[in-house]
């Protein structure tokens, strides 16, 4: 009997640990390359996103910052020179992620799409049909087990 709990222990963390994995992906439909910096209380160094290719990135927590912003530009180097900015903040907490697409510094994907949607389906999508924001607040949740993936043009 004991053998079955410790069994039946494992199998549910597991389980847990496996749903817990999800992912942030950012796909580039656009005919242009993209760059992207994954933002915490650090900045990681610039991804380069060819078309038709994706970037994927495991959800983190950043204790310090509070979340993580992927942060899309389609200018090389545009991070650092002020260059319009796709955002795609999350958020892990606990059994939650929470996520939020906005423009800063103008909208990089003006007049093409930009959709950000959930694995899970019954969470909320957010589409911009010419790339640009609704101008409110767009934050969603979902539980955290479930991939976001946001698609430009």
């Given at each position: 009997?004991?053998?079955?709990?410790?069994?039946?222990?494992?199998?549910?963390?597991?389980?847990?640990?496996?749903?817990?994995?999800?992912?942030?992906?950012?796909?580039?439909?656009?005919?242009?390359?993209?760059?992207?910096?994954?933002?915490?209380?650090?900045?990681?160094?610039?991804?380069?996103?060819?078309?038709?290719?994706?970037?994927?990135?495991?959800?983190?927590?950043?204790?310090?910052?509070g979340g993580?912003a992927l942060?899309?530009?389609?200018?090389?180097?545009?991070?650092?020179?002020?260059?319009?900015?796709?955002?795609?903040?999350?958020?892990?907490?606990?059994?939650?992620?929470?996520?939020?697409?906005?423009?800063?510094?103008g909208d990089?994907?003006?007049?093409?799409?930009?959709?950000?949607?959930?694995?899970?389906?019954?969470?909320?999508?957010?589409?911009?049909?010419?790339?640009?924001?609704?101008?409110?607040?767009?934050?969603?949740?979902?539980?955290?087990?479930?991939?976001?993936?946001?698609?430009?043009?």
């Amino acid at each position: 009997m004991h053998f079955t709990s410790l069994v039946l222990a494992a199998t549910a963390t597991l389980a847990s640990l496996a749903h817990a994995a999800s992912n942030a992906i950012i796909v580039n439909h656009c005919n242009t390359t993209i760059y992207l910096w994954s933002v915490g209380s650090s900045v990681g160094p610039q991804v380069t996103i060819k078309p038709n290719a994706n970037y994927t990135e495991s959800f983190r927590v950043d204790r310090t910052s509070g979340g993580i912003a992927l942060k899309i530009t389609r200018v090389e180097h545009g991070l650092y020179t002020g260059e319009p900015q796709t955002i795609f903040a999350y958020n892990l907490q606990g059994n939650q992620i929470w996520y939020d697409p906005s423009d800063v510094f103008g909208d990089p994907f003006h007049g093409s799409r930009v959709e950000l949607v959930p694995s899970d389906r019954s969470c909320g999508s957010i589409t911009w049909a010419h790339g640009l924001p609704s101008g409110g607040s767009e934050v969603k949740a979902c539980q955290s087990g479930t991939d976001l993936t946001l698609t430009t043009c």
